[in-house]
């Protein structure tokens, strides 16, 4: 659970190593986290130094392709939505090591707001419906309960229409509300925080479970949402921005 900190520090270290403003030092980098596997100064070693040594085989074939994949052209937010899908497959194949229905559940629901978030991103990125399509091929994760191809098939077609297949589903409120918040305030400051909520409400049932997976999945969640809300306030704080104008740059 906790690689997802490795691949945050990852997307910062590679936006500023594209930018060219990558600094040596890990204590001049603003943003890393520390609470994830392996150590910031080995990614920061890994990155501006092409020094994979040190790294696990799995995140230094990520790194490879996500630094080829730069190199010819990858804007930076395809990046991030790419590094967002290749650390999801990771962590689901971790999951599917266990046999547990509820890691199970917990897995696909995990891939359908990734997915969700991912499609909303994209459609308001208004590129051509090939140039769409492409994209959404690229970043959709097919470990959901919505085939990837059904959401491909929405390239070009107007967000709206994406309500269709989330009728009777729990991700109806995530979606109406992240677009209204757009339409009303040109955000998607609330998208991750309600994305959040719905992972939530079905790991909470370890507040209820003595032993097992259940509680202590539950705490780790809660846990990264705590780092997630401080990380959003030190930007805000960074940036001069109150909280909710953060939403506006999260495209």
């Known amino acids: 659970f906790w690689i997802e900190q490795d691949f945050h ?3 910062v270290m590679l936006k500023l190593y594209l930018q060219k403003k990558l600094s040596q030092e890990v204590d001049k980098i603003d943003y890393l986290s520390t609470s994830g596997v392996l150590s910031p100064e080995v990614l920061l070693k890994a990155i501006a130094k092409q020094d994979f040594f040190f790294l696990p085989s799995f995140l230094k074939d990520i790194l490879e392709e996500a630094l080829s994949l730069a190199e010819r052209g ?3 937010r395809e990046l ?3 590094l967002d899908k290749l650390y999801f497959i990771r962590f689901y194949s971790e999951l599917e090591r266990y046999g547990d ?6 897995g696909e629901i995990m891939a359908d707001v990734l997915n ?3 499609f909303i991103r994209i459609k308001l990125w208004r590129r051509e419906r090939e140039e769409e399509r492409r994209i959404l091929e690229e970043v959709i994760i097919d470990k959901g309960s919505f085939e990837k ?4 098939e929405f390239a070009g ?3 709206e229409t994406f309500l269709g297949i989330l009728k009777g589903t729990d991700y109806i409120s995530l979606f109406q509300k992240a677009l209204g ?3 009303e305030k040109n955000s998607l400051f609330t998208l991750d925080s309600l994305a959040q909520e719905l992972i939530l409400n079905f790991t909470r049932i370890g507040f209820y479970v003595t032993f097992g997976r259940e509680p202590l999945i539950n705490y780790i969640m809660h846990k990264k949402v705590e780092i997630k809300k401080i990380r959003s306030i030190l930007r805000a704080k960074k940036l001069f921005l109150s909280p909710s104008q953060i939403g506006e740059i999260s495209l």
């Open 181 to 183: 918040e757009w339409k």
């Open 80 to 82: 991030d939505l790419f």
């Open 74 to 76: 990858l804007s930076s």
């Open 9 to 11: 520090n990852l997307k």
């Open 149 to 152: 191809k059904v959401i491909v």
């Open 101 to 106: 229905s509820f890691l199970k559940k917990l």
């Open 157 to 159: 077609e107007s967000l």
């Open 116 to 118: 969700i978030k991912n």
